[in-house]
């Protein structure tokens, strides 16, 4: 029964390829480790964050392959875009959703908005075109209108993951908002916006195909928002009522994360947008069904939600930093670097041209609407928003490999090319603006006098705050004096008015249904059952209500 793997592999029972598939996985989660040992390491190191660590690990982790194994190869692990969008991506934008700071997101939702699906398809637009006009003069290869078009969406996802793990949200909630809001908005608009050219008819490109496309982009965006709301209710409908707790809290745990997942994978099932779905499903759940179970499935949930979304983000660093070595592609790609280098520093360009274009002028139109007690964007802080979606990352590279390669690999030169440009322009941007994040922000906004500033940096996880207290991070906006609802508050104040009209819907109707913040969950023989709430708090326990 105890057999080794000696044993195993000399009856036959396990194969030389298996032999190498354990030993490849076995190298990569030590890889994982060290990642995240050295990480905590460098902590409150000025320049270096984990990605860069990962990336570096990659690097260094690849060119010791390429030594060993001749130059023949850079790998462990093959990349594939299944083990992306269906293992990797679910938990990173699901954490977004569930850990996100609700009040500070909705109360800037309009601008978040204006960034995350409005910008991204004026980057879009500007990358596309500029790779139409420029691409051809360096004789890239034959590339078709739908190829430009998926370059523009590939190049519009942004990751802000290394401008959230500097900025504080505490010190500025406003900055930490939008940078954090448009990144996730703007990852789901650039997946919608490549599924729906990846379904575009070019061939007979007109006026009725462009409303379709614009139809179908629409349509994907508000049934995939659907579907994440729907699915977080049920979740927290079924808690609520079937209370798991009263035998095992493992229970309602398994379900809060089997009903997430569940939400993606029926996203993708019905050709939608899994990532906007989960993020909302991620909202929602926070908002209902976290509330609705035991005090101790509420820490294992947070932890256990954050702790996948780390090391899905290690992951994704680590192999893109071996796959930039991968010699069979940069082969393929040209007889010299030039050319991938090139075509890297073009896209680059069309990045910040694309970002600019929409940062500003948006940012103008978003403080004309806001009153003069409501804080407006800076122009310190327009320029923290441009820097923070410079860089790009695993949706980058997702979505090129899933465009220009097959399980991995392609034997066309203009496609090898392409990945090469892609892994360049996201080793550069995540490393370069990466490591010059930290000094810009402490030189646009300097730390305040008397905050320990390292600390606060290790208090804070790749994707933390917005987060803070979670029971205190409902749609409220506060207490505030209810002014009359007449045609001029709503016009003159409309997120604020939409804010407290949610808020009485959602007290009168929604809670009473599908549990939240002031339900606490029924324990029979607990010191919950037997507790008499005090007045002033008052909390409602359901031994009460019977």
């Keep these: 029964m105890g057999l080794g793997l000696g044993a195993l592999l000399k009856s036959g029972a396990l194969s030389v390829s298996d032999y190498d598939a354990i030993v490849s996985i076995n190298i990569f989660i030590a890889l994982l480790c060290s990642c995240i040992v050295i990480g905590h390491l460098l902590e409150g190191n000025r320049w270096v964050n984990e990605s860069i660590t990962a990336l570096v690990m990659g690097l260094i982790t690849g060119g010791v392959i390429l030594l060993v194994t001749n130059g023949t190869n850079s790998r462990i692990l093959v990349f594939s875009e299944d083990l992306f969008f269906i293992y990797l991506l679910p938990p990173i934008i699901f954490n977004a959703g ?266 103008f139109l978003s403080n004309l609407s806001k009153k003069e007690a409501r804080p407006k964007i800076s122009f310190k802080q327009q320029v923290i928003i441009w820097w923070a979606g410079l860089m790009r990352g695993a949706v980058s590279i997702a979505l090129a490999y899933n465009k220009f390669t097959s399980s991995g690999h392609t034997e066309v030169r203009v496609n090898a090319i392409m990945i090469t440009s892609t892994v360049i322009v996201v080793l550069f941007s995540t490393m370069v603006f990466g490591l010059l994040t930290k000094p810009l922000l402490s030189l646009l906004i300097p730390p305040r006098t008397g905050l320990n500033t390292s600390s606060l940096l290790s208090s804070q996880s790749i994707l933390d705050p917005l987060l803070t207290s979670m029971v205190g991070s409902d749609f409220d906006v506060g207490q505030i004096n209810s002014p009359q609802y007449n045609l001029q508050f709503i016009l003159t104040a409309p997120t604020r008015s939409v804010h407290r009209l949610w808020r009485k819907f959602d007290d009168r109707f929604m809670r009473p249904m599908f549990g939240g913040r002031g339900f606490v969950p029924f324990v029979p023989g607990s010191p919950v059952e037997r507790s008499v709430p005090e007045p002033h708090l008052g909390t409602v326990t359901e031994a009460e209500h019977s």
């Design 98 to 363: 569930f850990q996100v700071k609700k009040k500070q997101f909705f109360r800037n939702f309009i601008t978040i908005i204006l960034f995350g699906a409005v910008g991204t398809l004026i980057s879009f637009v500007i990358i596309s075109l500029g790779a139409m006009g420029l691409f051809k003069k360096l004789d890239v290869g034959p590339l078709e209108l739908g190829d430009y078009l998926a370059i523009g969406a590939i190049f519009s996802a942004t990751d802000s993951v290394c401008t959230l793990q500097v900025l504080n949200q505490d010190e500025t909630p406003l900055l930490y908002s939008l940078v954090f809001g448009e990144g996730v908005v703007n990852d789901a608009t650039s997946v919608v916006l490549f599924n729906a050219i990846e379904n575009l008819d070019i061939a007979n490109f007109d006026a009725i195909v462009l409303l379709n496309f614009v139809g179908k982009f629409l349509y994907l965006f508000f049934t995939s928002t659907i579907l994440g709301v729907a699915t977080g209710l049920l979740s927290a409908y079924i808690i609520k009522k079937l209370c798991f707790a009263r035998h095992s809290t493992d229970r309602e745990v398994s379900i809060m994360i089997l009903m997430a997942y569940l939400s993606y994978m029926l996203s993708m099932l019905l050709d939608l947008s899994g990532i906007l779905t989960v993020f909302f499903c991620g909202i929602v759940m926070s908002h209902y069904t976290w509330h609705n179970v035991t005090e101790s499935s509420r820490v294992t949930t947070k932890h256990t939600f954050a702790t996948l979304s780390f090391i899905a983000e290690i992951f994704l660093f680590l192999y893109v930093g071996m796959d930039a070595l991968d010699i069979e592609k940069w082969k393929l790609a040209s007889s010299s670097p030039k050319k991938p280098i090139a075509l890297s520093a073009i896209i680059l360009g069309l990045v910040m041209v694309g970002r600019a274009a929409f940062v500003f002028p948006l940012s």
